[in-house]
């Protein structure tokens, strides 16, 4: 099998499902992965529908993965559930479900994946961190600690997996126009935007970018990294 084999997380909308499209349009083998189900139709594309939390269903996949595919190349750790209200406002229920998808998935699916990318003693695995993190922003107290999470496992995993020749390393992408900020007010937009020292939206293919470097056989010297986009 020539062509490399990625899974993404969280591919049926979004950045996720962007990047689905543009790694196809590489040549890729994609593999996605969401509660709901894809519209991507292309035969290099396979879709499971499942919750990353779920150990079972999570196992079940990968196993599905090795057997189909024999092997996996590269994990983008893209699916992230957020929530944008003040602490004394944030139920339990959402903190259960926040933590649940973006510490418990996480961990589940790197370490899932590393089992498979050991055989074949290569690998690359992609976290999504946030800009929520440095800026201390307000009303993002769980999403944020969560993602502090995945900051630390993406440190800890990146040396946990070096002696497999896997690397892990970590994007926190720029404010994208996606259905995860589409109920924030424009005016508080505006306010993140300008905490930017490039004070735009993001893109999709300016994600991508990061992450193509990260991937690249030749940066196996890149590890444990945190790339926050947007000029913090």
Known sequence: ???????????????????????????????????????????????????????????????????????????????????????????????????????????????????????NKFGRIVNFVTFAIPFKLEGEAIYAASKAAVVTLTEILSREYASFNITVNAVGPPAVQTDLIKGVASEKMEKLLDRQSIRRFGTPKEVSSVIDFFIEEEND???????????L
């Open 1 to 119: 099998m020539k062509k490399k084999v990625m899974l993404i997380t969280g591919t049926r909308k979004g950045i996720g499902k962007a990047l689905c499209e543009y790694y196809l349009n590489k040549n890729f083998l994609v593999i996605g992965c969401s509660r709901g189900s894809s519209d991507i139709t292309n035969p290099d594309y396979n879709h499971y529908c499942l919750d990353i939390s779920d150990e079972n269903n999570v196992k079940t996949m990968f196993t599905d993965i090795l057997r189909n595919y024999g092997r996996l190349d590269f994990l983008i750790n893209n699916a992230g559930v957020a929530s944008m209200n003040h602490s004394l406002l944030t139920p339990i229920k959402t903190v259960k479900k926040i933590l649940d998808t973006n510490v418990v998935g996480n961990f589940l699916m790197s370490r899932e994946a590393a089992k498979i990318m050991k055989k």
């Open 221 to 231: 010297m890149i590890n444990g990294q945190i790339i926050y986009m947007g000029g």
